[in-house]
């Protein structure tokens, strides 16, 4: 009988738990690492505690779905398989190549950086989730909303586009939004120079797996058809595809037809690709063995939400959330330093060769990416405040902390964890 129940107890992992490289196999969207657009959630989140009800939501989100950030990002192939053309040098699929890049790069003009409107709908959602979820804290007739994003455009939509959903839900709620160089400290929060001086150490790292990961042969072959002439005149094969990659992951940011890139990769290239950008990132915001500082990047982040709670959590007449947008180089390292899920996984670099089977970037910080605590406080006061973290809307561990009723926390377990670990950093 022992066996038969162990048996039945596994069958969910053997149904539903996939490796990274089949998930990416399946749906190469996935290995865009930062540009992965955001994936509607398709689980149900976990009953209130008995006697408990939400009342706070804390908050901070990676602006949604955008163009590439720099024109250079669309000209570098677009240039290379021109001149390739020009001398008669492309095969007639690279030729179709180029006309698809050609016209994703004619959309992008004046138009780099911003969000696009996959990404705006992507806020719409979230916020429409929150309400929809949440209703004790959103629909409530004193609900209070402090949003704030940093001074980027796309993150100032994104803001707005959620905000949107939230008074559709309680037009009496009160709102106060805000954008300014004044908040970027904690808002956007860069690495310190101790922090930089670590990244460039392990950039010999990253140097070594874009080496072994990245083997163009093929794809050059593909494109060309005198491949002398590629490696005399186009520069580097590997930055050649790494740069067609990069649009061709882009390409999930619109709502475009008849463009897409993936075709003209293998399989095994793509998620090879995309296993290099998974060490890359790791490397510059991971808290692995040989940079455990990393993290601390988003120290003023997280800072602030705690000494933002301290001031709420208490008043028992409150309903409301702090909400805050920005990027996923915030999103990834505060993730990472709130230990949340896969993120707050330790690897050292002598291991990379198994990184992605304990760290998925495109779980973390997809376009749109967020981090949500939600605080619980008993109707008639009879319990402790209880928390929950949602990683892009979906509960997650925090830390090595030990609860009874998963995914519900002690708030004083947590925020007294976060305080330690914050005060050991300051004394380091």
Same mark, same amino acid.
């Given at each position: ?10 069958? !969910? ?23 992965? %657009?955001?994936? #509607? ?12 009800? !939400? ?15 720099? +024109? ?28 698809? =890049?050609?016209?994703?790069?004619? #959309? ?6 911003? /969000? ?20 004790? @804290? ?8 402090? %949003?704030? +994003? ?7 939509? +994104? ?11 309680? !037009? ?18 860069? %690495? ?26 093929? /794809? ?68 692995? @063995? ?16 705690? &000494? ?6 208490? &008043? ?26 896969? %993120?707050?996984?330790?690897? +050292? ?13 495109? &779980? ?20 402790? =405040?209880?928390?929950?973290?949602? /990683? ?37």
């Amino acid at each position: 009988m022992k066996r038969i129940i162990l048996v039945f107890s596994l069958l !969910p992992v053997l149904l539903y738990a996939q490796s990274p490289q089949q998930e990416i196999y399946d749906n190469p969207n996935l290995s865009g690492s930062n540009y992965v %657009a955001y994936r #509607t959630p398709t689980w149900k989140l976990t009953p209130k505690p008995k006697g408990y009800e !939400p009342f706070y939501v804390s908050h901070y989100a990676r602006h949604g779905s955008r163009w590439l950030c720099g +024109s250079g990002e669309y000209a570098y192939p677009v240039d290379r398989l021109r001149k390739a053309d020009k001398y008669g040098k492309l095969t007639p699929e690279g030729q179709e190549v180029l006309r698809r =890049l050609e016209y994703i790069q004619s #959309t992008s003009i004046k138009r780099c950086g911003d /969000l696009t409107t996959v990404g705006e709908r992507q806020h719409h959602g979230i916020g429409r989730r929150l309400a929809e979820n949440f209703p004790e @804290v959103f629909k409530a007739k004193n609900t209070q909303i402090d %949003a704030r +994003s940093t001074v980027v455009r796309r993150c100032i939509i +994104s803001m707005i586009a959620e905000c949107e959903e939230l008074a559709a839900a309680n !037009p009496k709620a009160r709102f106060h939004n805000d954008t300014s160089d004044s908040l970027q400290y904690y808002l956007n929060q860069g %690495a310190t120079p101790k922090m930089e001086k670590i990244q460039q150490n392990l950039s010999s790292v990253e140097n070594e797996w874009y080496g072994k990961l990245f083997k163009p042969e093929r /794809l050059m072959q593909y494109l060309f058809n005198d491949q002398q002439f590629v490696r005399d005149s186009l520069g580097s094969r590997k930055d050649l595809m790494w740069y067609i990659f990069n649009v061709a992951r882009g390409m999930q940011s619109h709502d475009y037809t008849g463009t897409d890139l993936w075709y003209i990769f293998t399989k095994e290239e793509i998620f090879d690709m995309w296993k290099y950008d998974n060490i890359s990132w790791y490397c510059s915001y991971g808290a692995s @063995v040989e940079n455990p500082e990393a993290p601390f990047s988003q120290y003023n982040l997280l800072r602030n939400i705690l &000494n933002t709670a301290d001031t709420i959590v208490n &008043n028992r007449n409150y309903h409301g959330a702090t909400m805050r947008f920005g990027h996923e180089v915030c999103v990834l390292p505060l993730a990472c330093l709130m230990e949340l899920g896969e %993120a707050g996984a330790k690897i +050292s670099t002598k291991d990379f060769e198994t990184l992605h089977e304990h760290f998925r970037n495109y &779980n973390i910080f997809p376009m749109a990416g967020n981090v949500q605590l939600i605080f619980y406080r008993h109707k008639k006061g009879r319990g402790p =405040l209880l928390v929950k973290a949602l /990683l892009n809307e979906k509960e997650v561990t925090i830390a090595d902390l030990k609860t009874d009723r998963f995914p519900y926390y002690k708030w004083s377990d947590v925020e007294q964890y976060y305080r330690n670990k914050l005060n050991s950093y300051e004394q380091y």
